[in-house]
């Protein structure tokens, strides 16, 4: 019976985000689902992210079980930003998406970035009509997380590999993360970022230009 | 009816989870459930704290997505482990811990430590028959997590946080963690260590034993 229902829950799921796909299409809107662990830095990456797609229109929903503080910090980069407050939920699912761009302007031929609530296992699960998962892991939480939590690897574009300014403190092990990465999903892409230095930031955001300019094209 | 449904689930689970906490204490063993973000360190602390309870009988559960890596790294220290691999759930519950400690020796008026699944929302909910919930934080993710997942601050009796050599090469506020921790739940403790350097782990062994003591005098 648990197993029905959540077929049902997320059949229902998968038909609105279908919807919210051709919504994002018609408007020319290259939309991200950030997806990792509480702390990974997912916040800061888009506060250091917005400032290098200047010209781009850009919106951003924010996932948090608690609190705007999130929403607070992206709208100080001048970018338009609602909170969903999940209010205990661990994962953002589609009709919460199309509530919140209903209080947004659609950000023509740009981007919006959707920030799931920090949880590398149940946001995997749900659809929220984006043109790619993007998978955020920070060096400190160790570079076993492949092996452990492969649906996440399984379905992301791209791996945003941060918090690099802390390699030299951290028994991180570079070689062994890309070689786990990649036996989960060979097609993946990896970049390494520091949000605290800027290294790795424009390779990141050429990724976000150059994906859209082909989600565009196509 | 997903909400029902939910409720149906926990209360068959609170009811197992007795039955758990009446078979703990009728073999004198403190349990000690461990939730966190992935990556903060629980199986890092674990192989620290069970040397410095020798003389202790201990067990341990471990659970993850998959991999029976966690478990491996413990066995190493000398201690029983048992992987339940959840494939896919995030979390454990009841009848999972069941199904791992028929294949353990009960440790004997000593320690039975369950690591969670890496998950700081869904794993709260879920009660494993414990004398304890214990929340680690690594100071990498960040000061913000008290108000941002506040559900596991307020039923756990203590918060290890961990990383503390990292205290210098992030833009963590203490002062404002502890503040905020305490705004959620006024009577939890607060213990600072480093895995990597050993600080606290004194601190947090005590704890542990002192906890145990007032748990078999009770």
Known sequence: MRI??????????????????????SHGVYCINMISSPGSGKTSL???????????????VEGDVLTERDAERVRKTGVPAVQIETSGAC???????QNAIAELQMPDNGF????????????TSYDLGEAAKVVVISVTEGDDKPGKY??????????????TDLLPYTPFDVESFYADVKAVNKDIEIIEVSCQTGEGLDKWADWLKNRRNEFLAD
């Open 150 to 163: 492969p649906a996440i690897f399984m379905n992301a574009k791209v791996c945003v590999l941060n918090k």
């Open 46 to 60: 888009l506060e250091k992210t917005i400032p290098l797609l200047g010209g781009y229109n850009m919106a951003v």
């Open 91 to 97: 994962h953002l699912d589609a009709p919460m998406i």
């Open 112 to 123: 919006l970035f959707i920030e799931n609530v920090g949880n590398l296992v149940c946001p």
């Open 4 to 25: 029905e229902l959540k077929k049902h829950v997320l059949h229902a799921n998968n038909e609105l985000a279908a919807e919210l796909r051709d919504t994002y299409k």
